[in-house]
């Protein structure tokens, strides 16, 4: 049994706002799931999820951030345009000036980057082209089993992965990675391909996942292993 990546979800003091915002950003459509707002993705490419909560955030939310490609430096300008528009903001992360990249933060401090035309590393991947992580290349090789997604890059201790479909890729940067203070406000979240919740956990357990909680509603909370959690939703 293969879990799939259902979904990156979002801590956020407005959940609602925060999906509207990546809503224009994507050209996706906001659905209402269970309170929380929905950015379903096809084949390949990732949803997102934003959850209300009243966490306050520690430190940037840069351990998890994604890149948007660009077909030309006019579209690159036109995303960030339309980004500052919709309520974002530049971000100084110390990028240097010759660097193509734009760094942007989204209205609750999310950073995203705009990737220069020409990209080779996201040549044929959509709108989102990258998920880029803070992560041991351990955890990027856990993250390739448990998905059944193939490694697409692993060196220097920086790893890479891609649905077979194509799409979004998902990337770990590799030591040092950042201390961990506090529950993180992004995660993973994974629905069973064949419907088990029970055996998907104990599987993903195997793997090198450690249990955590379970929350009301029934969601199994595990921890990657880089300790950073994800769930396990049921039917």
């Not at 306050?56 to 579209?75: F, I, K, Y």
């Amino acid at each position: 049994m293969i879990s799939r990546l259902l979904t990156v979800t979002y801590d956020a003091h407005n959940a609602a706002g925060l999906a509207q915002f990546w809503a224009g950003m994507l050209g996706r459509q906001v659905v209402e799931d269970a309170g929380d707002a929905l950015l379903p993705g096809e084949d390949g490419q990732l949803s997102l999820r934003f959850v209300p909560s009243r966490a306050e955030q520690v430190g940037p939310n840069r351990r998890m951030h994604l890149h948007l490609t660009s077909a030309s430096h006019d579209d690159q300008q036109h995303t960030v345009a339309t980004a500052l528009r919709l309520g974002g903001s530049h971000l100084d992360v110390g990028q240097r000036p010759e660097e193509g990249h734009i760094v942007l933060a989204d209205p609750e401090g999310n950073e995203f980057c705009v990737i220069e035309p020409g990209n080779a590393f996201l040549a044929g991947c959509c709108l989102l082209g990258e998920l880029a992580c803070d992560g041991t290349r351990e955890v990027g090789l856990f993250w390739s089993e448990a998905l059944g997604w193939p490694l697409v890059w692993d060196q220097n201790q920086e790893t890479a992965i891609q649905s077979p479909h194509g799409g979004t890729k998902v990337a770990w940067g590799g030591p040092p990675v950042a201390p961990k203070e506090a529950r993180n406000p992004q995660r993973f979240d994974l629905a069973p391909a064949g419907g088990d919740q029970q055996a998907e956990v104990d599987r993903l357990v195997s793997l090198g996942a450690t249990r955590l909680e379970v929350d009301a509603d029934g969601t199994v909370v595990l921890a990657d292993p880089d300790g950073n959690e994800f769930c396990v939703r049921g039917n």
